[in-house]
């Protein structure tokens, strides 16, 4: 293993940048260092062999002046405070560099889904809401999934909510099923959402995206969606890659199939008319987009030097490490920076919260124009920022965000 990774110190070191090429006032600054709370929480639970099992669990509220928390829950075995109070802060960013009224949260669960059978999972996720409801609730925090947790997950927190309120609040959570609540469009809406900020950079950069290649590492729910969306958009899908593996065809993998056949088989490995690829292959592959939508520290300073594609677009939280930052910007290469490339799904999700708040539901088309038309925005007013200074797009992106922090907690007073 490498040295141990800071993630929230980096989160910050962004902040610090943006604020400093936009003269931010330091009380916002301030405001913003540390997250308003983290609840640590041990988590009890009952294993099918009869023992029990103690998981550790997070819940980081980041900073609220824009609305209620948002932000996912993710089950993982590396989950850890450092990485959850990071990603709770980029939820912060997030929400704001596209205006939705959030603010920002996260939440980890350490453990390893593949280990756990489908009763343990449930019992963990109801334990795991039932720990964190006394700082919860459909206007304080909303949870959603993230990696390893899902609609089902979502429906069994949605249940434990009710049992323990002894009311039925949709609300508590989004990213629901359709049958407990959930909105149309919300599985596939942070892919889709990449491909609409894929479209309008292309505008902006002038790449033709017809035939463009792309290169997707993970494939999920972002990873796929984000595929399937690009190749109707024109985009050939060269690679794509999964934890056990990836597939490579220079003439353009369909990922329609592919999905079925990783349904099937648990892994995008040996597809047909493919060659198989490593996932350092992927990454160092010549084309135009390259995709991280899998974990975060993908791209690091030991692999940054070997990316050979002309843009990256972080589907996935925290793909890029600063020291990478630094040497593709070097060599030239565009980032498009996650907390405006990945929004799409938490743009849903509001939606998904303002239905459950109206009790009255849209039909997918309404969900999309609407995304289409909040993603779009979020990423001209960001290419604005960029036209006007001499900095990155992820610089450009954190500017917006904390104008739009900046502005609000003046109206709250929080800074005079
Ligand atoms: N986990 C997703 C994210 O990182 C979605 C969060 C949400 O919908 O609240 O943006």
Redesign the pocket.
């Known amino acids: 293993m490498s040295q141990p990774y800071h993630h929230y110190e980096v989160v910050s070191q962004l902040v610090e940048k943006a604020a400093a090429a936009m003269h931010l006032d330091p009380q916002v600054k301030e405001l913003l260092r540390e997250p308003v709370r983290t609840l640590t929480v041990s988590v009890p639970v009952k294993m099918d062999n009869g023992t029990v099992k103690v998981f550790q669990g997070f819940r980081c509220q980041h900073n609220d002046v824009l609305g209620p928390f ?3 829950i993710r089950f993982h075995p590396e989950a850890d405070e450092d990485e959850v109070k990071a ?1 709770a802060a980029l ?1 912060t960013y ?1 929400c704001s560099v596209v205006g939705l009224p959030f603010g920002g949260a996260k939440g980890g669960v350490l453990c390893d889904p593949s280990e756990l059978s489908t009763a343990e999972l449930e019992r963990l996720s109801r334990g795991f809401i039932r720990a964190i409801a006394p700082i919860i609730g459909p206007d304080r925090d ?1 949870p ?3 990696i390893n947790t899902n609609a089902k997950t979502m429906g069994w927190f949605v249940d434990e909510y009710a049992q323990i309120q002894g009311a039925y609040r949709p609300g508590i959570v ?2 629901k099923p359709l049958a407990l609540g959930g909105s149309k469009g919300r599985t596939e809406a ?1 892919g889709r959402g990449v491909m609409y900020v894929v479209r309008e950079a292309a505008r902006a950069f002038g790449l033709d995206l017809e035939g463009a290649t792309v290169a997707i590492q993970g494939f999920g729910n972002v990873g796929s969606y984000t595929a399937k969306n690009l190749h109707d958009l024109g985009c050939k899908i060269i690679a794509i890659a999964d934890i056990f593996g990836g597939v490579y065809n220079p003439d353009g993998i369909d990922p329609y199939p592919l999905k079925e056949y990783e349904q099937e088989t648990r892994s995008v490995k040996g597809f047909s008319d493919t060659n198989p690829i490593s996932n350092e292959e992927l990454l160092a592959l010549e084309c135009d987009i390259l995709i991280p939508a899998a974990l975060g520290n993908q791209i690091t300073k030991e692999n940054a030097a070997n990316v050979r594609s002309k843009w990256i677009v972080e589907a996935a ?1 925290g793909p890029t490490t600063p020291e990478a930052d630094v040497i593709l910007s070097q060599k030239g290469i565009f980032v498009v920076p996650d907390i405006l490339a ?2 799409g ?2 743009t849903a ?1 509001y939606f998904e919260w303002v239905q459950n708040n109206y009790n009255y539901y849209w039909p997918e088309e309404e969900i999309d124009n609407r995304l289409e038309q909040v993603m779009t925005q979020a990423f001209w007013e960001v290419y604005g920022a960029y036209k006007e200074k001499d900095i990155t797009l992820r610089i450009a992106a954190y500017i917006v965000a904390l104008g739009r922090l900046e502005e609000a907690m003046r109206a709250r007073g929080w800074v005079v």
Do not use: C, E, F, R
């Open positions: 948002k932000g996912g990603l939820m997030k909303i959603a999934p993230d989004t990213g942070t939280n990945n929004a799904g938490v999700s």
